[in-house]
């Protein structure tokens, strides 16, 4: 009489049935896969002796169950991400959760060096100055009107110009006829003394400071000979103010400082007083009276 030779698990006769052999017995392949088999994570079916089967982390799957939750590819050789639990192809993943290059519109692939600011995404080498074009990667840079510079760019471009060298004005400056210039280019066109916050005068547009100003072109005083600077001639006689308030008197072709304008003989100040001129001197009305 012949050994039995059943399913351990139903006990069923396996003579001219296809089992499988296990450490604990041979299994009819029924009750194999019940006892053995995985259930697919995704169609919650047995998964088959003779099935290919996948796993990721803990669940498994069929391997055409195995696919992007959002465009069905089979992941089975794909790379793959895992967001919330739903497997996603690397397209469909970028397409959802990645950002967009504002230069080129690519997608910013998760792991590529990128660059943010304002809210937007570049790609590294895509994040150009508008004005060289070259990567501005970690170099500053300054935002105007969506246009992104780098700093010689930017200076370059907007920043004032000096109205003496034409070289830009980083910081600081002064303005003179409405034109700004480097504090050190505005200097006195005749002793090159720096000029800022000093007073000066011009001539021709060119600045001067006052002691070049009344060297060079003021009229001098008729008795101390010293240049009055600043104010205006009259055709007859005037009182005038030069620069920094200093009051002169004109005569025809003749100038006085104010405290010069005085009698030739007894020295009795003239401003404001009738004089009578006598040859290059003026006198006052007694002494002109009292003759020579």
């Excluded at 959760?97 to 943010?116: D, H, I, N, W, Y």
């Amino acid at each position: 009489m012949s050994e039995s030779f059943d399913c351990a698990k139903c006990s069923e006769s396996l003579y001219g049935r296809k089992y499988i052999q296990t450490d604990s017995g041979p299994y009819c392949v029924p009750c194999y896969d019940n006892t053995f088999a995985n259930t697919c994570a995704e169609c919650q079916q047995l998964i088959g002796h003779d099935s290919r089967e996948l796993f990721y982390e803990d669940r498994h799957f069929h391997e055409g169950c195995f696919r992007c939750c959002r465009c069905q590819r089979s992941l089975a050789d794909e790379p793959f991400t895992c967001q919330d639990s739903e497997l996603l192809c690397n397209d469909c993943y970028c397409s959802a959760f990645s950002s967009q290059c504002s230069a080129c519109g690519a997608t910013v692939m998760p792991g590529s060096r990128k660059l943010e600011y304002g809210g937007q995404t570049w790609h590294e080498h895509c994040f150009l100055c508008s004005g060289c074009e070259q990567p501005l990667g970690s170099r500053s840079f300054v935002p105007d009107k969506g246009a992104h510079y780098c700093v010689p760019c930017y200076e370059n471009k907007f920043a004032p110009r000096c109205a003496r060298c034409s070289k830009t004005l980083t910081q600081g400056g002064v303005t003179y006829r409405d034109q700004p210039w480097h504090r050190e280019c505005l200097v006195c066109t005749g002793c090159q003394t720096p000029l800022a916050g000093q007073q000066f005068t011009s001539r021709d547009e060119d600045p001067y400071c006052v002691a070049c100003f009344g060297e060079l072109f003021a009229p001098k005083c008729s008795s101390c000979k010293r240049p009055i600077v600043g104010g205006t001639r009259g055709a007859g006689k005037g009182v005038g103010c030069g620069l920094g308030g200093g009051k002169y008197v004109s005569f025809e072709d003749r100038h006085w400082h104010h405290n010069c304008f005085s009698c030739a003989r007894c020295s009795t100040s003239l401003v404001g007083q009738g004089f009578v001129p006598d040859g290059d001197q003026v006198l006052c009305q007694g002494c002109s009276q009292a003759g020579p």
